[in-house]
Nanobody, 115 residues
């Protein structure tokens, strides 16, 4: 079981920033690695970033390295994705889940980067 609710998306101009949030419940969040994924229009879902259970280890897709930062607050059962210097190719629906995608997918949050 488990429940994931993503929020924080929106329309932003190229070069802008957004912070996404993912509120988790119903599973041992603080013991779970967490990941952000995205699905661009007409494409497959792809892995964006992963963070270890305690937050000390992070990994990023090459396409977002240096621009995105994943972090978490285990006291709030929430994982975040800070996105800076956004590009049109970052346009997608963003989802969170464990690295093995073991939780039912949430609805995601739409990020649109356009001038």
């Amino acid at each position: 079981q488990g429940h994931l609710v993503e929020s924080g998306g929106g329309l932003v101009q190229p070069g802008g920033s957004l912070r996404l949030s993912c509120a988790a419940s119903g599973f041992a969040f603080r013991l779970s690695g967490m990941s952000w994924y995205r699905q661009p229009p007409g494409k497959e879902r792809e892995l964006v970033a992963t963070i270890s259970s305690a937050g000390g280890i992070t990994n990023y897709a090459n396409s977002v390295k240096g621009r995105f930062t994943i972090f978490r607050d285990n006291a709030k059962n929430t994982v975040y994705l800070q996105m800076n210097n956004l590009k049109p190719e970052d346009t997608a629906v963003y989802y969170c889940n464990t690295p093995s995608a073991s939780i039912s997918w949430g609805k995601g949050t739409q990020v649109t980067v356009s001038s």
